[in-house]
C-alpha cells in the first residue's frame, strides 16, 4: 500500500469524506453506513484514541505527566482490520476494552496532549490518504484533512446523544442512566471544544447536519447523495479537462 506523508492528497484519484461531531451525535454508524453504501474505507479515529488512552492507561502513566504520556504514544502500535470495526493495539484485540468507562473518562485528557495527536493524525494520514475514505473525528476536516473533498459536520441534542449511546453501550453489556451520560457527553463536549490543539470545531466548508429529529437512514441518504453528487461532478470535470 502506498501511503501519504502529506496532511492531505490532491484527491484526483480518491476522495476523502470528512465526517465531526461531538460524542454521541451518531456519526459512528452512520459513517460506517456511508462507508459501506460508497465501498470506501471507514476510518474512525475516536477509535484510535481511545486506545491510545488504554495504552496511556496500561503504562500507569501519571495522566498529566508528559514524558509518561510521550513514552506511550511512541511506542503503541494500532491498526484495524479490513472493516474498520475492530482496532489492534500492539497486537491485541482491544475493540471492547476501548469502550470501558475508565476509558471514557480519560480520552479527552489523553487526547489533548500535543505528542498523541502527532502521533494520530501521522497515522490518519497514513491510513487514508490517497484512497477513497469515510474518516469520522472532531478535527478531520479542519486538521486532518483540510482539503477533504466532502464534509459534514453532525450534531444534535445533547439528550437524544445520551439516548443513543445508552442503547449503544446497552450492546455491550454497559448500563448507564441517561442522565449520566448527559453529563459525560457535556463534560466531553466542553473538553473537546476549548482545548487548545485541534479543538472539536465546524470546517467553514462543512454542511452541518441536525441529526435530533432524523432516523438513520435518512442521515445516512442524506450524506450519500450528498458525496454521488460530488463524485459525479469530479467526474465531469475531469473528462472535460
Ligand atoms: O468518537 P468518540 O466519542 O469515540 O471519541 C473519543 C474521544 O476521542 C473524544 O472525546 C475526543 C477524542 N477525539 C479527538 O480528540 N479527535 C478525534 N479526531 C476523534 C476523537
Do not use: H, W
Request: proline residues 2%.
Amino acid at each position: 500500500m502506498v501511503y501519504s506523508t502529506m496532511g492531505r492528497n490532491d484527491y484526483e484519484n480518491s476522495m476523502i469524506v470528512a465526517i465531526d461531531g461531538p460524542a454521541g451525535s451518531g456519526k459512528s454508524t452512520t459513517s460506517r453506513r456511508v462507508a459501506d453504501r460508497l465501498g470506501f474505507l471507514y476510518l474512525d479515529t475516536g477509535a484510535m484514541y481511545r486506545a491510545a488512552t488504554l495504552a496511556v492507561l496500561s503504562d500507569s502513566a501519571n495522566l498529566k505527566d508528559d514524558e509518561g504520556i510521550g513514552a506511550s504514544a511512541e511506542s503503541m502500535e494500532i491498526d484495524f482490520d479490513r472493516s474498520g470495526c475492530r482496532i489492534f493495539l500492539n497486537g491485541l484485540d482491544v475493540s471492547r476494552d476501548i469502550r470501558s468507562q475508565e476509558v471514557t473518562d480519560a480520552v479527552s485528557t489523553v487526547s489533548a496532549f500535543a505528542i498523541v495527536r502527532e502521533r494520530m493524525v501521522d497515522l490518519q494520514r497514513k491510513i487514508a490518504g490517497n484512497r477513497d475514505a469515510v474518516v469520522e473525528g472532531r478535527d478531520i476536516g479542519t486538521v486532518v484533512f483540510p482539503n477533504a473533498n466532502c464534509k459534514f459536520f453532525i450534531v444534535a441534542d445533547v439528550t437524544e446523544r445520551a439516548k443513543r449511546r445508552k442503547k449503544d453501550l446497552a450492546e455491550l453489556g454497559i448500563e448507564l442512566t441517561v442522565e449520566q451520560i448527559v453529563e459525560d457527553l457535556k463534560r466531553r463536549d466542553k473538553l473537546d471544544s476549548s482545548r487548545p490543539i485541534s479543538p472539536l470545531q465546524r470546517a467553514d466548508d462543512a454542511v452541518e447536519i441536525d441529526t435530533t429529529d432524523m432516523t438513520m437512514d435518512e442521515q445516512v441518504d442524506l450524506i450519500v447523495t450528498n458525496v454521488r453528487e460530488r463524485l459525479d461532478r469530479k467526474e465531469m470535470k475531469k473528462s472535460s479537462d
